[in-house]
């Protein structure tokens, strides 16, 4: 592949069965699945395995596969270039009026291009369940992991050299193999390379098992309490990146001519046959076409591909196309297909390909009239919301001892002797990427039973906003886990050196970094056209710490125990020198401004077109149909009703993998047999 360049060219003419817009990472999955099934019984092929089946993708960004995309280390240094959308947030009011980033792939492969590369495998057993409790029947912890094994192929850290059982043991990378899958296209691995220095992962889960965090060697089976660490997904046999594109893609382009994939394709609409806006959402409008610009370059003549009849519009742009939603949503009648339509295309793109469907209040201000009244599109959204505290490790730990990967941006010479190891040998600094060893916990494994009462009684009070809501069941269900011990909402990653960039380091010493994660926000917020241009990115507002008291609660009662707490119990202790951002010893007052200027997204963003029932605010159904329309579905984070407390890729994989509806899949585990 050519890292920049189109894979292949239309030939005028051509029409295909499938035309999925966008070639990220659900969208991939569901131009070629090749997989076992989650049963293991027999192979079974989807779409460009069925040469009878022709398939155009159409991709906004470009292949991006490199020397550099798949090292490991290398992750952030694609943060804010070509190949990502560059998001970000309205002025966060609860935030200090913070803008934050958004970082989102513009590739093939979408965000497993340029994403941090850990699998944190699922999230536990009863927040997949809630969504069945939700009113999502056959969506639970059984089928969606079954899906989550299907992609996934695990790798036991103690047979990944240079790992010895010895190394597994130490950093606890022990998660039971029979609770991953061994047979998917997803190489999922641990990391190889300790440094931090060593001796402080194994200090630092010592000193959380004395306050009260067990260590977890089952956190793939539905219980996520405890700490342990997290495999990642990368290649063991050359430590590279696995991720949608080399696994889905990249290995059929030529081998297979019914798969078609044209890259730096802005798509700008989707034709239709009948003109019909319908208002009892009981007529069928037929998709006949796709029109998009090549390169970005919006004076360049209107292309198109055609749809054969009874052809089928897979909307997967996801966080790679932002031209897919004005000229669609200006042409779409939902209730006029005729093909079935799935939207892949991510938590903040999703909503804008439906957005005619929604807030007739939202599409009055641009002149766009309203087909199927659905206010719950572009609304619900919900993420992580982290916070960061750094610290100076002692003396002899600094870089007069072995160096770690905070030297490779302050060493030239470790840093080249890095990368030659790498590329020799595959091990190395380059070969595995940060922020692996993390621990879920409740609020109650850092908050004093006083204070969580107190925060409790506020947080009852300000949840009275929801009264009457669609989002009131929900919340219900939510709140409920906070008395429930046995379901996290905070996790705690420990990190090499240091991510505050208000900090200016002492060169001789080494440093950590502690993030505290508030993965189940009772905020919600939202995702909307912002212009009728189509270049225009999305408003996306997530309204982070809306919950004011309890919220900034939370993570500041997290910064409290880290820094007042975990790093004064030992034998974490005798390894830190300083607590440099935030202090030890500070007021509730100081860390609650602390929070409200540091706090920023961990980049797992869900919920705005969620699967819920219609008088809750959903958008699609079980089947992940959306309300009002006969064949359109949506298939990405953004169906998830309620934050989960992981990290959201493999729970995305298994979703595009769980649920295509076309007749010719046979697996029993899929929601849809036949269209």
């Known amino acids: 592949m050519n890292a920049g360049s189109p894979i292949q060219k239309r030939v005028e003419g051509d029409e295909f069965d499938f035309v999925i817009v966008g070639g990220g990472t659900a969208g991939l999955v569901i131009a070629e699945s090749h997989w076992l099934t989650p049963y293991n019984c027999e192979r079974y092929g989807r779409l460009s395995r069925d040469p009878n089946v022709s398939i155009a993708v159409l991709e906004a960004g470009y292949d991006a596969e490199s020397d550099t995309t798949l090292v490991p280390e290398l992750y952030t240094t694609f943060i804010g270039t070509s190949i990502d959308w560059k998001f970000t947030t309205v002025p966060q009011t609860n935030a200090a009026g913070q803008v934050i980033s958004l970082p989102r792939g513009k590739a093939l492969g979408g965000t497993s291009t340029l994403t941090l590369s850990v699998w944190r495998t699922r999230a536990s057993q009863k927040e997949y369940d809630a969504w069945e409790t939700l009113g999502n029947p056959g969506w639970n912890f059984a089928s969606v992991n079954a899906h989550i094994n299907a992609v996934e192929h695990f790798h036991v850290a103690s047979v990944s050299p240079p790992n010895t059982p010895a190394d597994a043991l130490t950093f606890e990378a022990l998660d039971s193999p029979w609770n991953h899958g061994h047979t998917g296209p997803i190489q999922v691995s641990y990391s190889n390379y300790w440094s931090i220095p060593e001796v402080v992962i194994p200090a630092y889960l010592r000193s959380l098992n004395k306050l009260g965090v067990p260590r977890n060697g089952h956190a793939a089976n539905g219980d996520t309490i405890g700490a342990w660490q997290a495999p990642c997904t990368i290649k063991p046999h050359n430590r590279s990146r696995s991720y949608a594109a080399n696994e889905f893609l990249f290995p059929y382009t030529t081998s297979r001519p019914n798969l078609q994939v044209f890259t730096g394709a802005y798509v700008t609409k989707i034709d239709t046959k009948i003109d019909l806006v319908a208002t009892s959402g009981d007529e069928d409008v037929d998709a006949t076409a796709v029109e998009y610009v090549l390169n970005d370059d919006t004076e360049s003549e209107t292309r198109s591909v055609s749809l054969k009849d009874g052809g089928k519009v897979v909307v997967t742009a996801g966080k790679t196309s932002r031209y897919s939603y004005i000229s669609f949503i200006e042409e779409m009648r939902l209730d006029e297909f005729g093909a079935d339509a799935v939207c892949t295309s991510g938590t903040y793109q999703t909503p804008k390909i439906l957005e005619l469907s929604g807030d007739p209040s939202v599409l009055g201000a641009f002149g766009i009239s309203n087909v199927v009244d659905l206010p719950g599109v572009g609304n619900n959204l919900q993420d992580h919301a982290a916070i960061l505290t750094s610290f100076e490790l002692i003396p002899s730990l600094g870089t007069s001892g072995p160096l770690t990967q905070e030297d490779l941006a302050r060493n030239a010479t470790f840093a080249a002797q890095q990368w030659q190891t790498y590329v020799n040998e595959s091990q190395g600094a380059y070969a595995s990427v940060p922020g692996t060893t993390l621990a879920m916990i409740p609020l109650q494994s850092f908050i004093s039973a006083a204070t969580l009462e107190s925060m409790l009684e506020e947080l009852d009070a300000a949840l009275g906003v929801y009264d009457g809501t669609p989002q009131e069941t929900q919340i219900a269900l939510q709140r409920g886990w906070l008395e429930d011990r046995t379901v996290?909402?905070?996790?705690?990653?420990?990190?090499?050196?240091?991510?505050?960039?208000?900090?200016?380091?002492?060169?001789?010493?080494?440093?950590?970094?502690?993030?505290?994660?508030?993965?189940?926000?009772?905020?919600?917020?939202?995702?909307?056209?912002?212009?009728?241009?189509?270049?225009?990115?999305?408003?996306?507002?997530?309204?982070?710490?809306?919950?004011?008291?309890?919220e900034v609660g939370v993570l500041r009662e997290a910064v409290r125990f880290i820094v007042d707490t975990l790093a004064t119990t030992a034998p974490l202790s005798s390894l830190i020198g300083a607590a440099l951002n935030p202090t030890q010893g500070q007021t509730d007052a100081q860390l609650d401004v602390y929070v409200k200027e540091g706090v920023f997204s961990s980049w797992h963003p869900c919920g705005s077109t969620s699967m819920l029932p219609l008088n809750q605010g959903g958008v699609v159904d079980p089947n992940l149909k959306v309300y009002g329309t006969s064949n359109v579905y949506i298939a990405d984070a953004s169906i998830i009703p309620l934050e989960i407390v992981t990290h959201t890729m493999a729970t995305v994989y298994a979703n595009a993998h769980k649920v295509w509806p076309f007749p010719f899949v046979y697996d029993a585990a899929d929601i849809l047999t036949s269209s």
């Open 488 to 550: 996290p909402q905070v996790e705690l990653v420990l990190l090499p050196g240091l991510m505050d960039p208000s900090i200016i380091p002492d060169p001789s010493k080494h440093h950590i970094t502690i993030a505290a994660v508030y993965m189940r926000p009772f905020s919600r917020g939202n995702v909307h056209l912002a212009s009728t241009d189509p270049l225009a990115l999305p408003r996306i507002d997530p309204n982070y710490l809306a919950i004011q008291d309890f």
